[in-house]
């Protein structure tokens, strides 16, 4: 069983930064590609970021590209996504995921899932 906590969402103002952190517990997540996808009122929840084992791979949705940036430090089992530049269609709550296979880019690919945090960017 993996444990998966994520912090760090609140209100921000247009432009502003949030930095968000997915701590885990149990068994690790070094091993493992990891994940970040959002889901709005009344949408599908969608694909954000992906970093691989190592942090060296990197992959984003093509709306957060150049003002997301995901990381990682196995030391502490923890993820981040830091969120910059922040517009009011980035509203959502936030997950934090671990990849269960060979694609990253579907929920279905993950088996484990945070309990959110809500993003609000205001205009």
């Known amino acids: 069983q993996v444990q998966l906590v994520e912090s760090g969402g609140g209100l921000v103002q247009a432009g502003g930064s949030l930095r968000l952190s997915c701590a885990a517990s149990g068994r690790t997540i070094s091993t493992y590609t990891m994940g970040w996808f959002r889901q709005a009122p009344g949408k599908e929840r969608e694909f954000v970021a992906a970093?691989?084992?190592?942090?060296?791979?990197?992959y984003y949705t093509d709306s957060v590209k150049g003002r997301f940036t995901i990381s990682r430090d196995n030391a502490k089992s923890t993820v981040y996504l830091q969120m910059n530049s922040l517009k009011p269609e980035d509203t959502a709550v936030y997950y934090c995921?671990?990849?269960?296979?060979?694609?990253?880019?579907?929920?279905?690919?993950?088996?484990?899932w945070g309990q959110g945090t809500q993003v609000t960017v205001s205009s």
């Open positions: 995921a671990r990849n269960s296979g060979s694609y990253y880019l579907r929920p279905s690919d993950y088996d484990y």
């Open positions: 970093i691989n084992l190592s942090g060296r791979w990197t």
